[in-house]
């Protein structure tokens, strides 16, 4: 296993388009996460799945954005009619809920650039 | 409302010296404290971590201190290396809510001097 990855690793898109990202987790964790990350800012929790239940939507996370992880395994991230303000970081993690250890693990992000 | 705030934007020391980066927390229903440090392009990479019914714990040249009573975090890095100059950020497991994510702060610049 090499870790949490995620594509693709840079995006620049036009104002309006639609955009997604995908995340592949570590294989034997539950849990997956998408956080967003703007520049000189700690990640800001997004949302989070345990297996294929999302079970916590952040305010942050408008109706123009919407997550999935249909099987429990792979998730996606889509942004639809992207603004501006969009153009961040988004981080994937995923952990294994042990004992109260909640250890994230993170991807290298996904560089959003709405011009 | 839920934020993790730390003192000092950037740390600059000199290479060789020990570096003290602090945190401020929350929720006092917080359980669980992690320490991570993020290299530019890179995304943030686990260093050490503290349950709540601890007050110190410690790892290969760094320590985590907890003060329940204040809130307060600290990471401590022991003779620090030019491949310690990175952004660090303490998180704290909201626990609340039945909710299980991670809060982060806003981060520290470690900048080490040769």
């Known amino acids: 296993d090499t870790g949490v990855s995620q594509n693709p690793r840079h995006k620049i898109t036009k104002r309006g388009q639609n955009v997604t990202f995908r995340c592949d987790p570590i294989?034997?964790?539950?849990?997956l996460y998408w956080y967003r990350q703007t520049l000189g800012q700690g990640p800001e929790f997004l949302t989070y799945?345990?297996?294929?239940?999302?079970?916590?939507k952040s305010r942050l996370l408008s109706d123009r954005f919407s997550a999935e992880r249909p099987k429990g395994s792979f998730s996606t991230l889509e942004i639809q009619r992207t603004e501006q303000g969009d153009s961040a970081m988004y981080l994937c993690?995923?952990?294994?809920?042990?004992?109260?250890?909640?250890?994230?693990?993170f991807g290298a992000g996904s560089r959003l650039t709405v011009l | 409302g839920e934020s993790v705030g730390l003192h000092l934007p950037t740390l600059s020391v000199q290479e060789g010296d020990n570096s003290i980066i602090n945190c401020a927390y929350s929720?006092?229903?917080?359980?669980?404290f992690i320490w991570y440090k993020q290299e530019s392009g890179k995304g943030p990479q686990f260093i050490i971590d503290?349950?709540?019914?601890?007050d110190k714990r410690q790892g290969q040249r760094v320590t985590v201190l907890l003060n329940k009573t204040v809130k307060h975090l600290s990471l401590q890095i022991a003779a620090t290396q030019p491949g310690d100059s990175a952004v660090y950020f303490c998180?704290?497991?909201?626990?609340?809510?039945?909710?299980?994510?991670?809060?982060f702060g806003s981060g520290t610049r470690l900048l080490v001097r040769p």
């Open positions: 993690a995923s952990s294994l809920l042990n004992s109260g250890a909640n250890v994230l693990t």
């Open positions: 294989s034997e964790h539950n849990r």
């Open positions: 799945f345990q297996n294929e239940a999302q079970l916590e």
């Open positions: 929720n006092s229903a917080s359980d669980y």
């Open positions: 503290i349950r709540s019914n601890m």
């Open positions: 998180a704290e497991n909201w626990a609340r809510d039945s909710s299980y994510k991670l809060i």
